[in-house]
């Protein structure tokens, strides 16, 4: 007798794979949720790119899903964020927070040493803000001085730049070299603030005859006042 070929068997329902493409339940809920946010930022449409993203309502910011957009998303951001303005050190409220701890120390030029880093302090800025909580200034207040510790020692305040002054203010009139440059910014870690500043505004294009004066070892203007030490033979 030939043989006759075995019928496959059929699977139970319950173990059969569906073929069906279903939309995930919430979809429409999540995609409106994200319009809604979309909206409320007050971007324009083009911006929206991320709304088509599948992820979930804790999704990655949408400037990652859009490189375009990066730039608004920056520190120094332009665009529709430009009017966005950060948090900078409040010289004031450093003073009247941390003034009563101990070890205290002021700023030297504080105002001058924020202008001069202006996107370099983020470390700082922050500390400053926890310390003024109530009960904190004793633990944060050292994270947020000009010579900080802990978290904040690795964010380092922009120093006089010697090779800058010489290539910036050598050709303008009255220009007098450093007598011993490094050594000077050595022997004022702290208290160069003002000079700094205005040696990055001298490097601006335009800005050099103006501006050096008040970068200049015997300093005029409003870095006058900022008196740098001096060689102390006593001591020596």
């Known amino acids: 007798m030939p043989h006759k070929t075995p019928r ?17 339940p919430r ?18 449409p083009t911006h929206w790119a991320w709304l088509a993203a599948p992820t979930t309502l804790a999704s990655q910011p949408w400037q990652a899903t859009l490189p375009s957009t990066a730039p608004h998303a920056a520190q120094e951001a332009t665009g529709f964020c430009a009017t966005e303005v950060l948090k900078s050190f409040d010289c004031s409220l450093y003073a009247s927070t941390c003034s009563g701890t ?4 002021a700023y030297s030029g504080c ?19 926890v310390a003024a909580m109530a009960g904190n200034a004793t633990e944060h207040c050292p994270h947020a001085a000009q010579d ?39 022997a004022n870690p702290l208290g160069m603030a003002c000079r700094t500043y205005h040696l990055g505004v001298a490097a ?28 102390d033979c006593s001591l020596y």
Not at 8 to 24: H, I, N, Q, Y
Not at 102 to 105: E, M, N, V
Not at 156 to 178: D, E, P, R, W
């Open 111 to 129: 105002s001058d040493t924020v202008a001069a880093n202006p996107m370099g302090m983020a470390c700082r800025i922050y500390h400053l803000g």
């Open 148 to 186: 900080a510790t802990g978290p904040c020692a690795t964010e380092v305040l922009k120093s006089f730049n010697c090779s800058l002054y010489a290539s910036t203010c050598s050709g303008t009139t009255g220009y007098t070299a450093y007598s011993g440059c490094s050594d000077t910014v050595a």
């Open 204 to 231: 601006m294009a335009g800005n050099a005859a103006e501006h050096f004066p008040h970068a200049a070892q015997d300093a005029t203007g409003p870095c006058a006042t900022e008196v740098l030490k001096n060689f």
């Open 27 to 44: 979809a429409a809920e999540l995609q409106a949720t994200r319009r809604t946010r979309a909206a409320a930022t007050q971007l324009p």
């Open 8 to 24: 496959a068997l059929a699977l139970p329902k319950f173990l059969r794979a569906s073929t069906a493409v279903s939309t995930p």
């Open 102 to 105: 101990t070890g205290y120390k």
